[in-house]
């Protein structure tokens, strides 16, 4: 009987999941709708019988040990989704206890970024580390943060926030409720942003005076990159110098081996990391000058969110 | 027999050692010169005789089970105490091991905030917490941080150094070679350069103008406060400010549960305290606010070093 865990990855459009084995195989993998209603019990039906066709399809006898979940502002200690601006769902959502009442298996859930973070140490790039940093770069900016091997969850279960770290006074209006977080800046939408300052600030011809705000994505500002476009190469620069300059502090707080950096954005490569890494050197205090690897993810694009969720139920019963 | 460890609090001038419990009393303490020479040797054989002599004293038998030491640059992983400024020693010192090898008994090194850290956990405010900070406002401004219940160290042992994260680009110069540094505003030095900063830009007449730089200390800064001389308020109104907007960041990395405030510049109370509060509410993310507590430290004047520094071996010895 091959043992399997459930890796859940909630996000405001799409639920992935994927059924996993303790050496990170996904035996199968799918998606299905969130946003298709807002009531939970309704999503979790029909989240729970795609879940059983999919197992069906395999054909070795399995047993399924449990199940994590990734969600936007998860919260790992009450198992809880707590107001997620991006999902249906108002309120606090007991997620983790509607879902263990139907499959009656463990049941862990965390947020996004610490799932990535555990996906990371178990099956990625953190191998054999005990103290790192996952930055995920999405929509907005995230962060998983190890320390002596264990995820940091603060004492309320929303550490790690660093996405909400303050950049610049009266700055970019942030989606919650402030101004000149971080995220605002660096992140796949922060950069599209940066990309409009320059397109204002600047006289420079650019083909991206030809994309409407609406149109612009990550990729296609890598895309312009590649082709020399001063624009494009100047907001990924603005972008790694406010990073590498936030990444410099963080580093003075936790000392951690290694930071990865994850999502739409880290797709970038060399036109991220490399001012990042300037920047943050440039910045750092001399004890930690050097010291730091800072790279992309280790982790593949396509079922990392699964694994990672996977990743927190291993983890939770290794216990 | 009762069991002791010995606390010893490495500063610039003094070392102040004492003979504690496991209840946190301390038997005896005292304090002997540290920069008498520059021979790190000569230091501890002197030191040594004096702890002696100390031991003496008391009349009930004792059994020395291990050794604590809280000192600047103190590497907790390597037991070495690397490139600190305030010291005559240079380089990198392996205190730890030339004190085992005089001792014979375990001996643990780290740095003296971590120590006030650990001080607060076993014997202060932060009994029964598992997430809290220690921030110290002294010459600089240290910061112990406390994640699951033990000391965050990093990957180099170097973690925590609060007092290097960036308040301003361009900004005052520090001691670490760089400018801007949070310690520049926030310290028992900071708020002094905070004094010279409003009476160089303003003209209010207040008697802080008749103090030279060299004269001035927080003490002073917080006895013209408490006569309601308007630059001394000015300037713990701006320390608190920055501190409270830097701490709001802090929160976002760790969501403790409390943070406390030691040292030389906690000791002028709610003229720190509030402003601080204030500033820290005001820039906090929703879910953070009216959660976290900043409070004085619970640990005395007095002897809070010493208490640290065996706290940290108790601890040790547990393990």
Known sequence: MKEVALGI????????YGVVDRQGNCLVE????????????????????????????????????GIGIGAPNGNYYNGTIEYAPNLKWKGVVPLAKLVQKIWNVPVALTNDANAAALGEMIYGGAKNMRN??????????????V?????????DGFAGELGHI??????????CGRKGCLETYV?????????????????DESELRGVSYN???????????????????QSFEYTGMILGQKLADTIA??????????????????????PTKRHMEENLMPIYRGKVKLVLSGLGEINAAVLGASALIWKELEK
Do not use: W
């Open 30 to 65: 799918n998606s299905v709708s969130t946003d298709f209603t807002d009531d939970v019990n309704e999503y979790l039906n029909n989240l729970n019988a795609e879940i059983r066709k999919s197992l069906e399809t395999i054909t070795e006898p399995i047993e399924v040990k």
């Open 9 to 16: 990855d909630i996000g405001g459009t799409f639920t992935k």
């Open 187 to 203: 992140s796949a939408t922060g950069i599209k942003r940066t990309v409009y300052k320059f397109l204002a600030d600047s006289m």
């Open 253 to 274: 707080n936790f000392s951690p081996e290694a930071i990865f950096l994850f999502g739409g954005l880290a797709k970038a490569g060399d036109f991220i990391l490399q």
């Open 215 to 233: 149109e612009l994505s990550a990729e296609m500002i890598t895309h312009y990159a590649k082709r020399g476009d001063k624009i494009a190469i």
């Open 132 to 145: 790192f940093i996952v930055i995920t770069l999405g929509t907005g900016l995230g962060s998983g943060i």
């Open 147 to 155: 320390v002596n091997g264990d995820v940091v969850y603060g004492h």
């Open 166 to 175: 303050n950049v610049k006074h009266d700055g970019r209006v942030c989606g």
